[in-house]
Structure formats: structure tokens, C-alpha cells
């Protein structure tokens, strides 16, 4: 992992909870049905799209995210469910039943195919992170977490393309897709 996430969420770390743009800003065109976040942390993308009636599985490898996720949920009165699950794994085992998979700020090359057999027909990939003029900027020229340039504009198999973007937001450079299965 590039970061200890179980450090940064058990001392207490938040990304906050305004979710990200790909997902306010897509999240109408999400099909009826629930949605899987992949990395999800604290829940910032989860609560948000729990509070417009979908339900949502967080996936996520620190305990600690999820807890915070679990309580936000309970403070909010909504229900949001979480799985303890490293994605260096693979995705979690289970019937492909999602109406959409949520991608935020994690970048795994090697889970984008699979992401079409967590899907149902039609089912959408929201997708959004930092992109290579963002690692250079950061003196990370060659990182491997950030997407280049172009990446989320191809796809894998079985996917096709409905929007997508690159540039800078609020001061750092991000890509961010939307990707329909069949």
C-alpha cells in the first residue's frame, strides 16, 4: 500500500465527508440497485449516495475506516454495510449484483476487469483520482498510484465511456470517468 491507511484513519483521519466529483456529479445516472465502494475509507462517497436511498457496501482494508463509517451511518440514520477485504487480493468474493462500483482515489490497474463481473447489466463505474501531472508535482514522478494521462478514457472490456475528465480541482490535478457495462 502507499500509505498506512490504518495509521491515518486510527489516529483519527478524514477525507471528510463531502463525496467526490465524479460521484456527485453521476450519481443520478446510477441505476436502481446497490453500490459497491472499493477503498471507500471513512464512507465520504457511501454516506453521500446512502442519503439519495442506495444501498452501499464500503469495502475497505483498515478497521478503523470502517468503524467511522459504520457510526456515520448510525448517526445519519441510514444503513450502509462494510467488508474488511485487501483488494490487493482481488475484489471480495460474491455475485456480481451491483448497480455500481464506486473507484475513488485508489488506483489498482489489475481490479478494472473485474469490475464488470460485480455488475448487473448496465451498471455504472464511477471513477476518480489523482493523474500524473499531480505525481510530478508532488515529486512522485514515477509512482505507480496516480492514472496517467488519458488512462480512464479507454475502458476495460465490456465497458463503454459516457464522461469523463482531466484537470486541475482545487488546486491538484485529477481524472475522473464513467464507465457503463455492455
Known sequence: MPRDWQAFYGSGGSLGREPVFVVRA???????GPVLDLAGG?????????????????????????ATVERS????????????????????????AFAGVVVSYYVQR???PALAGALTGGGLVLIEGYGRPEAVRRGRPDSPYYW????????????????AGEGGMRG???????????
Open 148 to 163: 496517467e494521462n488519458g488512462e480512464l478514457l479507454s475502458p476495460p472490456s465490456g465497458f463503454s465511456l459516457l464522461a
Open 42 to 66: 471513512s464512507g465520504r462517497n457511501a454516506l453521500f449516495l446512502a442519503g439519495r436511498g442506495h444501498r452501499v457496501l464500503v469495502v475497505d482494508y483498515s478497521r478503523d475506516a470502517l
Open 110 to 112: 489489475s481490479l478494472l
Open 73 to 96: 451511518a448510525a448517526e445519519d440514520g441510514l444503513e450502509i454495510g462494510t467488508l474488511f477485504w485487501n483488494l490487493e487480493q482481488g475484489l471480495p468474493p460474491g455475485p456480481g
Open 172 to 182: 491538484r490535478w485529477r481524472s475522473w470517468a464513467v464507465w457503463r457495462l455492455g
Open 26 to 32: 453521476y450519481e443520478h445516472l446510477l441505476p436502481a
